[in-house]
């Protein structure tokens, strides 16, 4: 079967920095995207990674590694506003999305 | 640009009755639409996969006659919870994927909270 994990939940200080994990199993593999949820907003994109390495956009960065089925989120400089939903989403090889549960993190100041 | 949005963005109806929640790709062309449900402190749950023109792709153990979708035109898709029920309060969110491109990228729509009473 097919399955994404990703922990549960984190909590971090603010203006520290937190690594989001997500390990994943699934049938092929087209990419992988980090989402970012607000409680009772829909999910706003944050990174796409289809190539083993890292991807930095300001204090967001996203790493890959295909053979490990592993990819993690790096949020640095952590603000109050970074309180949300992280969620892994796998593109498999029917290009549909396979979502882990999401990683709640917790800001504290 | 890539922009999605949902109509209504909450609605609140009678057990019994129908609900139509509309998706529209504003500034670009979706070939795919996806819709999801996701209940409270749980993640996205994939209830169907809709192609422009053809007939939607239901997940198991997602009602066909219950959830109807229709994707129309490039630019919309409409789903409709039919005799809602009191369980069938959830946020459905639906995303659309864009023509030509190989990002393969969703865009999200705001998402429609529905209260069955």
């Known amino acids: 079967g097919q399955n994404i994990d990703q922990p549960t939940e984190m909590t971090a200080t603010e203006g520290a920095i937190v690594q989001i994990n997500c390990t994943y199993q699934t049938s092929g593999f087209n990419g992988l995207f980090w989402y970012q949820q607000h409680a009772g907003e829909a999910p706003t994109f944050l990174s796409y990674?289809?190539l083993d390495g890292l991807e930095e956009k300001g204090r967001f960065s996203s790493f890959l590694s295909r053979s490990k089925g592993y990819s993690y989120l790096l949020l640095k400089e952590l603000q109050m506003k970074d309180s949300a939903s992280y969620l892994c989403?796998?593109?498999?090889?029917?290009?549909?999305?396979?979502w882990g549960a999401g990683t709640k993190l917790i800001i504290k100041p | 640009g890539a922009v999605v949005s949902q109509h209504p963005s909450w609605v609140i109806c009678k057990s019994g009755t129908s609900v139509k929640i509309e998706c529209r790709s504003l500034?670009?062309?979706?070939?795919?639409m996806f819709w999801y449900r996701q209940f409270p402190k749980q993640s996205l749950m994939l209830m169907a996969t809709s192609n422009e023109g053809s007939k939607a792709t239901y997940e198991q153990g997602v009602e066909k006659d219950k959830f109807l979708i229709n994707h129309a035109s490039l630019t919309l898709s409409t789903l409709t919870v039919t005799s809602a029920h009191p369980e069938d309060s959830s946020f459905y969110i639906c995303s659309a994927r864009e023509y030509g491109t190989d990002y393969n990228e969703q865009f999200f729509g705001p998402g429609t909270r529905l209260t069955v009473l």
């Open positions: 990674n289809v």
């Open positions: 500034d670009f062309q979706a070939t795919t």
């Open positions: 989403a796998v593109l498999d090889s029917n290009y549909q999305l396979i």
